[in-house]
């Protein structure tokens, strides 16, 4: 575990650089996050997929699959992979602040 600052925040993360504690998330956290791992200025439809990540794994205790994703989001599998490019799930599941989705490698 090591500690970064995002938006001046310092926050606990992984290994991998997910977050710890998701309580420490907030909008401008994510939007680093985003930009930082290749994702860019996050629009309309990446915040649909960030916010249902957050609220599947604050509801289940954890992140939603590709599969259920590209299902419950209202966003299609394929736009995902445009959002989110290499590997939608895990890098939303990044920027929303929740822990990486299991079978993500």
């Known amino acids: 575990m090591s500690t970064v600052t995002y938006a001046g925040t310092p926050v606990e993360?992984?290994?991998e650089g997910f977050?710890?504690?998701?309580?420490?998330?907030?909008e401008e956290i994510a939007a680093q996050i985003a930009a930082e791992n290749g994702v860019?200025?996050?629009?309309e439809r990446h915040w649909m997929?960030?916010?249902?990540m957050r609220e599947s794994f604050l509801e289940n205790g954890e992140?939603?699959?590709?599969?259920?994703?590209?299902?419950a989001s209202g966003v299609q599998i394929k736009e995902l992979?445009?959002?989110?490019?290499?590997?939608p799930a895990k890098l939303a599941?990044?920027?929303a602040g929740?822990?990486?989705?299991?079978?993500?490698i």
């Open 40 to 43: 860019g200025e996050l629009n």
């Open 98 to 104: 929740i822990p990486k989705p299991r079978g993500c």
């Open 63 to 71: 992140a939603p699959s590709i599969r259920t994703l590209g299902k």
């Open 49 to 52: 997929v960030v916010n249902y």
């Open 19 to 26: 977050l710890e504690d998701p309580a420490q998330w907030n």
């Open 81 to 87: 992979y445009e959002l989110f490019p290499k590997g």
């Open 13 to 15: 993360v992984d290994s």
């Open 93 to 95: 599941a990044k920027v």
